[in-house]
Nanobody
Framework: QVQLVESGGGLVQAGDSLRLSCTAS????????VAWFRQAPGKEREFVAG????????RWRDSVKGRFTIALDSAKSTVYLQMDSLKPEDTAVYYC??????????????????????WGQGTQVTVSS
């Protein structure tokens, strides 16, 4: 099993940047597909961005394309979510999720939370206007 720990959230103003980190322990990210989800108050959890175990494929939700970047540092067992030009509608708890790549189809990058088996505790991102 893998344990996921997120960090890097905080309170920022619109237009600012934040970098979230998701660090794995127990196993390395080379065995997993990793994604970021977020959940705002009163809303369902939604996919934000994902990256395959080797970093070859990435995917973003439309509303963050061009503003958010996802990157994998295998040596540090860490996946980063760089968030630029933040907007108040980006306010949410951000979660890191992982799925064992050996149980997933090739190039899997699911956008549903039920497709992921392991979750971090979440980190709050608040963007003020």
């Amino acid at each position: 099993q893998v344990q996921l720990v997120e960090s890097g959230g905080g309170l920022v103003q619109a237009g600012d940047s934040l970098r979230l980190s998701c660090t794995a322990s127990g196993r390395t990210f080379s065995d997993y597909v990793v994604a970021w989800f977020r959940q705002a108050p009163g809303k369902e959890r939604e996919f934000v961005a994902g990256i395959t175990w080797n970093g070859d494929n990435m995917r973003w939700r439309d509303s963050v394309k061009g503003r958010f970047t996802i990157a994998l540092d295998s040596a540090k067992s860490t996946v980063y979510l760089q968030m630029d030009s933040l907007k108040p509608e980006d306010t949410a708890v951000y979660y890191c999720a992982a799925r064992d790549r050996y149980t997933a189809p090739d190039n899997f990058l699911g956008v549903l939370d039920v497709q992921y088996d392991y979750w971090g505790q979440g980190t709050q991102v608040t963007v003020s206007s």
